[in-house]
């Protein structure tokens, strides 16, 4: 691996770590030459994956650019890099597993939409005003209540697992 700094291909590995659910491996390394220290990632090769957009162009899935707008929903909220990660393993691990070679962004959307509320839900609210391409304040306001309806159905319905099971 070549250092970003220097440019020598003497380095060490300093640690490393499973991420992402054990899809990919995080390294720390140091250059034996100038010091500098970096991160390098290392996932196996997948099959390429295309997406069929709304407009029906396609392009390859990118992982980043999924990983990318995660992380500008997530922004200034407790969601941590590794919960990001592994939650962009999970949807991967999801549309590989389909075997399919091509899959609609559409889909990649709802799995998202799926996911998200469980690590934000201001990251939600983000999301779903870009992809559902809010156009008020009503679609948000339609959309919180649908949130706060399906967290109530959700603490009921727990409750009344919790009562059931101690008679």
Do not use: W
């Not at 991420?19 to 390429?48: H, K, M, W």
């Not at 407009?55 to 992982?63: A, K, M």
């Not at 393993?89 to 998200?116: N, Q, W």
């Amino acid at each position: 691996m070549k250092c970003q700094s220097c440019g020598s291909m003497d380095n060490k590995v300093i640690e490393s770590r499973d991420v992402a659910d054990g899809e990919a491996i995080r390294r720390r390394r140091q250059c034996l030459a100038c010091g500098q220290r970096f991160t390098t990632y290392e996932r196996l090769e997948r099959p390429s994956l295309v997406v069929v957009k709304r407009d029906g162009t396609r392009e390859l899935f990118s992982r980043e650019k999924l990983l990318n707008g995660l992380a500008h929903a997530t922004e200034k909220t407790s969601v941590t890099n590794v919960q990001l990660e592994n939650f962009v393993a999970s949807i991967e691990r999801e549309l590989y597993g389909r075997g399919e070679p091509e899959v609609a962004s559409v889909e990649i959307g709802k799995l998202v939409m799926e996911g998200l509320p469980k690590l934000s839900e201001v990251a939600y609210v983000r999301f779903a005003s870009v992809y559902r391409k809010f156009r008020d304040i009503s679609s948000f306001e339609r959309e919180l209540t649908r949130i706060r309806e399906a967290k109530s159905e959700s603490k009921s319905a727990k409750s009344t697992l919790k009562k059931s099971s101690k008679k």
